[in-house]
């Protein structure tokens, strides 16, 4: 069956650092794949997505992303983290045998120290 | 603009009640999908709907749970006789047109319901 694992379930971080968020897919053909924030109180945010073409993913909020296909792997990362930053965030995949459903991580939590 | 909204945030209910949990789509759009997250886990898929017809309920856990849009705006779901294992975060989303996983989806706040 297709999934999605985000292998760290907590993950923190001084201000300013550089951070990567891991997230690795088991999927048979090139997936679509997502980049999602949940901020306490607030509703889920599209970060990035892939879809085809160039790897290296630009997002909002200064975030990218790489696909790396021999890796199965869609890794987020951002060079220097603000203390906005904490939140939790979810790796997704487009569902292989539906063109709308996606397959969700488990999310890891970023707490940034000061 | 304003976004997707949900009402009420919290709810908490006795074991066996009724709950009715409301979701404002973006106005506009088409699609309108509800999401249950339980503690820890990612969002999992329930139903969803194009305008006021509800094209995928393949995600709803039981016939406890109904959804419904029937203006193709406003949607409510609702879960009967709840359980326990209902306690979740339900999230609604919509997307400006159709259901290709290409459109954005947005999500309003969730609404988070604890069983007792």
């Known amino acids: 069956a297709q999934s999605v694992t985000q292998p760290d379930i907590h993950i923190t971080v001084s201000e300013g650092a550089s951070l990567e968020l891991r997230c690795n897919y088991s999927?048979?053909?090139?997936?679509?794949l997502f980049w999602y924030v949940q901020s306490p109180g607030q509703g889920l945010q599209l970060l990035l997505k892939?879809?085809?073409?160039d790897t290296l993913v630009q997002g909002i909020k200064g975030f990218e992303a790489e696909f790396k296909r021999s890796q199965s792997s869609f890794n987020l990362r951002k060079p220097s983290v603000h203390w906005s930053d904490a939140a939790e965030y979810f790796c997704a995949v487009g569902a292989p045998d539906s063109n709308y459903q996606l397959i969700w991580g488990a999310g890891t939590k970023l707490i940034i120290k000061p | 603009g304003a976004g997707v909204s949900q009402s009420p945030r919290y709810k908490v209910a006795k074991r066996g009640q009724d709950v009715a949990l409301r979701c404002d789509p973006i106005s506009g759009h088409v699609s309108l999908f509800w999401y249950q997250q339980a503690l820890g886990q990612g969002p999992e898929f329930l139903t969803y709907f194009q305008n006021e017809a509800q094209l995928d309920k393949s995600g709803l856990p039981s016939d406890r749970f109904f959804a419904e849009r029937p203006e193709g705006s406003v949607s409510t779901l609702k879960i009967q006789r709840t359980q326990q294992e209902d306690s979740a975060v339900y999230l609604c989303?919509?997307?400006?047109?159709?259901?290709?996983?290409?459109?954005?989806?947005?999500f309003g706040p969730g609404t988070r319901l604890l069983v007792l």
């Open positions: 999927y048979g053909a090139t997936p679509y």
């Open positions: 892939y879809f085809s073409g």
């Open positions: 989303a919509s997307s400006l047109r159709d259901r290709r996983i290409q459109e954005t989806q947005y």
